[in-house]
């Protein structure tokens, strides 16, 4: 029987979202006495846990034949990996800053000067593109002390809350790019393999889909149902249901969550009441 191998990060960030999204996705797998390898019971699905930056040459070498990782990672290996779906998680900026007292004004101001970081080529691309010279301190680990420690002038490192920036009194000045967990296909992946995968792929949107959206029951007076229904952003059209209160009706739907407060209103003024909101776990569509 055909087996999917995909990678996922041994620890870390990434660790806990990639295996949640497989387990959303149907997927049964358990992890509980941290192998390096499992095999999922209910899907022909081969989960390796590995260190973050050896995934890509897994990749290359087809090893895997998908991984669960971090864009960033790609970006800075260099390698011409398929990424096929953005998977909303693990979002961050790869991001220049310096310490809070450098008079900072525009890029220039970095000239000849050091860079700390874990992305080297990424650093070197993106000063090379501004046509400004600087030194690459390469550090594995805890990039934010090194201007503490007189190691550089600045740094280049991922930024997500920006707390540990505020921390080790830095400031952000540039984004070089924002970047989130991806799932990367190997161009050695086979024709039996991609067929899971695909598979695999279509629950995931499901579970995307799911993540971004709520479902969104009122009541509406049925002289207000046509106004109501042009206000939501809905899959068809809503689903309208009689009330036992005569010129009432029990309307259904879904709703985007980034505009859930400012339909919420345009629904309130429209005549919708008893406004329940509820999550939900799929949209297969």
């Known amino acids: 029987m055909s087996m999917l191998k995909i990678a996922i990060q041994k620890s870390g960030r990434l660790n806990e979202d990639s295996v949640q999204i497989l387990k959303d996705s149907g997927i049964s797998i358990n992890n509980g006495n941290d192998q390096l390898k499992i095999t999922a019971s209910n899907f022909p699905l081969e989960v390796y846990?590995?260190?973050?930056?050896?995934?890509p040459q897994y990749l290359i070498d087809g090893v895997v034949d998908a991984a669960i990782v971090g864009d960033n990672l790609l970006v800075e290996k260099k390698q011409h990996i398929q990424t096929i779906e953005k998977l909303g998680f693990s979002k961050c900026k790869v991001s220049v800053a310096v310490p809070k007292n450098f008079a900072y004004n525009s890029i220039e101001d970095l000239n000849r000067l050091k860079i700390a970081t874990s992305y080297p080529k990424t650093v070197s691309d993106y000063f090379r593109s501004k046509n400004?010279?600087?030194e690459i301190h390469q550090i594995s680990g805890s990039v934010e002390i090194a201007p503490n420690i007189g190691l550089s002038d600045a740094i280049v490192d991922i930024v997500s809350s920006g707390s540990t920036l505020f921390k080790n009194n830095l400031?952000?000045?540039e984004v070089i790019f924002k970047s989130e967990a991806v799932l990367a296909v190997s161009p050695l992946i086979s024709v039996e393999a991609k067929i899971i995968l695909d598979k695999l792929q279509f629950r995931i949107q499901s579970v995307l889909r799911a993540r971004k959206s709520k479902y969104i029951l009122m009541n509406v007076p049925n002289n207000k149902i046509t106004e109501v229904s042009k206000i939501l952003?809905?899959?068809?059209s809503?689903?309208?249901m009689p009330l036992a209160d005569e010129g009432w009706s029990s309307v259904h739907s879904v709703i985007d969550e980034e505009k859930f407060w400012e339909v919420i209103d345009q629904l309130k003024t429209a005549g919708a009441e008893g406004i329940l909101v509820c999550p939900i776990e799929k949209i297969v569509l």
């Open 238 to 240: 809503p689903t309208v």
């Open 171 to 173: 400031k952000e000045v």
């Open 233 to 236: 952003p809905v899959l068809k």
């Open 49 to 55: 846990f590995l260190r973050n930056s050896d995934i």
């Open 132 to 134: 400004v010279e600087i």
